[in-house]
């Protein structure tokens, strides 16, 4: 079965600078998928980046990108000149290309402080 | 602009009392997903839907059920809410299995 993994329930950072966030992930599988989605406090879950497995180039959106190491099962997310509207629950997700099924980490709450 | 809107946002409803969720997309997209969310942990999946085809997920209760008349909707039935049945349920929609699940913003089910 597959699990992902975020130990950091919680992070601050000040308004301008960069975050990391991390996430690492378990599988068997060859061909998958892996995202960050972001859960403001008023819950809508907004997809914020996504990495194919297959790509070893890193995906990057703006202010964010990744840090995928395939070998390592690791995924990170940057988050440069962080905002204050940048605050919120960062959840890393699995999706498996067989089944469409995300497995979310447990999350991780980022304050950013002005 | 192309969504997933659910309704109700907030729902209210007694322990043993059924309660119905409601998800459309107009994204026409094949697939629709319920998530179950409750108080800080992270989503899990109940089922989806692939079309008309419905996959429930191995430990989703009994107590919970799903109907997609058409590509456009699809609704959560929980026959009998249990206080341990609160939470919020989030609908997600892709166009496939190997694309970007949209989320819609949930309804927050209290059972008291």
């Known amino acids: 079965a597959q699990t992902v993994t975020q130990s950091q329930p919680e992070m601050s950072v000040q308004e301008a600078e960069t975050v990391t966030l991390s996430c690492t992930y378990d599988t068997s599988e060859s061909d998958y998928y892996l995202f960050w989605y972001k859960q403001p406090p008023s819950r809508q879950m907004i997809l914020v980046i996504r990495?194919?497995?297959?790509?070893?180039q890193n995906a990057t959106e703006n202010r964010f990108s990744v840090n995928f190491q395939k070998a390592a099962k690791s995924f990170s997310l940057k988050i440069s000149d962080s905002q204050l509207g940048d605050a919120a629950m960062y959840f890393c997700?699995?999706?498996?290309?067989?089944?469409?099924?995300?497995?979310f980490g447990q999350g991780t709450t980022l304050q950013v402080k002005p | 602009d192309a969504m997933v809107i659910q309704n109700p946002r907030y729902q209210v409803t007694q322990f043993g009392k059924p309660v119905t969720l409601s998800c459309s997309q107009t994204?026409?997209?094949?697939?629709m997903y319920w998530y179950q969310q409750k108080s800080s942990q992270a989503p899990k999946l109940l089922f989806h839907?692939?079309?008309?085809?419905?996959?429930n997920e191995a430990d989703t209760p009994d107590n919970f059920q799903s109907r997609r008349p058409n590509t456009s909707f699809c609704f959560l039935d929980i026959r009998s809410p249990g206080l341990g049945d609160a939470a919020m349920y989030l609908c997600a929609t892709s166009a496939g299995f190997q694309e970007t699940q949209y989320f819609g913003p949930g309804t927050r089910l209290l059972v008291l």
């Open positions: 997700a699995y999706g498996s290309s067989n089944t469409g099924k995300l497995i």
């Open positions: 994204l026409n997209h094949n697939v």
């Open positions: 990495q194919e497995a297959y790509k070893q």
């Open positions: 839907y692939y079309d008309k085809d419905f996959n």
